[in-house]
């Protein structure tokens, strides 16, 4: 799509969303219902094109993508009457017949920039709690899965005009920076931070509301009271989910230094039990999702044969070939021994390596984790509460997940979003809703006006008198 088409199709938004602004909840509901019905329908086209992109099984595209993005569907239609209703508000004192609430109006015409790494779920996800706020909406799926958003785009263009809905599909920053330029009322973007602080500077040229869900070094952290064989098995799935292509993946781990070896034998001994005893056998796993790129398989190399230099163990996995870099398979690696100075702990590694770092005191676990950014999310895994409550008090994510990893995104009735270097805003269920919408102070002026007494002109005595009388009635009333 060149320049003249998109200012073509933004100018074409501009002129529908008024429309689209005044649907009841009964027509997004619809909307919502066309959009769940062509998904089921057409879900092996999408397990087809996310095998095409990298090599994800149909029943991980399933449980990732697909139940959750149904899930967030089916919440929004269950509850968007509810959502759209106008929230009273507590009535003042000195204005007693005047009548407030908060209305939600949609934020207009908005921009949704989605990743690659679950391309599915992260771009209807949003869009969902676009739509169901009443807005517009260009969509812009990233170029490193074509063939997922090849499927997107055929599949919102089987349901709206792109006067209401409108996938964009492009490569290179060209795109990118044009979309960026126009004067939309909400940027919504998932990717790295870096990106994402670029957006958040066009957002702002333009006035633009923004939502950023970013990402980082999200921690799990093991206490010494803790179920160790179930703490490895969850790590290893957590890790190994989407080959640790998940933006709250637990990117490393912090373990009592006397925990380390069961801790990482245990996780290894749970990534062959799910993939297979051999590399090869892990390699040629159906189950085994593989990296997005060759460039990111070469990156991971570099930063695991980094770490094993300078002194780090490769409990399982640590070596690389020719062939994987290839067809784009990084091993499964977990690493002791690993050391804050290491390439590996300087950012996210977004792959299927955990490095494991040892601790002799929670105190120093906790400053470590305060020193770096904070992360999309922390685990803490552990059976002594205080402690757990600890840790939180302690320390601050986007999200926390106790004794389990990633499950914490699940729960529709609870926001989901970062904080500082790892997000901005956030969304999921009603938070999504809101986060399309603006919130509208709306006052009605009641059939008493007390504010008559306070126009000018002013006068000391009868001032004063007013302000004591005032004050003596509050006093009786409130006591």
Known sequence: MNVEELNSLFEAQGKKRWTIANTTAAERIAKLQKIRKAIVARQQEFYDAVWADFHKSKMEAWLSEIFPTLEEIDYAINNLPEWMEDKSASWTFYFPTNKCCSHFEPMGRVLIMSPWN??????????????????????KPSNKTPHVGAFLNSLFESIFEEDELAVILGTGVTLGEELLALPFDHMFFTGSPKIGAHV???????????????GGKSPAIILNKVNIKDA?????????????????????????????????????????????????????????????RSEAVRHHKVIVEDALANGAT??????FTESDIEARYTPATVLTGVKPDMLIMQSEIFGPILPIIAYDSLDEAIAFIQSRPKPLALYIFGKDKPTINRVMSNTSSGSTCVNHCIL????LSVPFGGVGMSGSGNYHGYYGFK?????????????????????????????????????????????
């Not at 781990?253 to 069961?262: Q, S």
């Open 118 to 139: 679950y391309p599915l779920l992260l771009s209807i996800s949003p869009i969902v709690a676009a739509i169901a706020a009443g807005n517009v909406v260009i969509a």
């Open 232 to 292: 490895a098995q969850k790590l290893a799935w957590g890790k190994c989910l989407n080959a640790g292509q998940t933006c709250v993946a637990p990117d490393y781990a912090l373990c009592p230094r006397d925990l380390v070896n069961e801790l990482a034998n245990g996780i290894a001994d749970n990534i062959k039990r799910m993939y297979g005893e051999s590399e090869e056998e892990r390699k040629s796993c159906e189950y085994f999702v593989h990296t997005i």
């Open 408 to 411: 914490q995104i699940e729960n």
């Open 314 to 319: 490769a409990i399982i996995g640590g070596t």
């Open 435 to 479: 986060t399309f919408s603006h919130e509208r102070n709306v006052m009605e002026q009641g059939s008493f006006d007390t504010m008559r007494f306070f126009y000018p002109p002013y006068h000391k005595a009868s001032d004063k008198s007013l302000r004591a009388r005032l004050q003596r009635l509050a006093k009786k009333i409130l006591g």
């Open 200 to 214: 958040a500077e066009s957002a702002a040229k333009v006035h633009a509301g923004v939502t950023l869900e970013l």
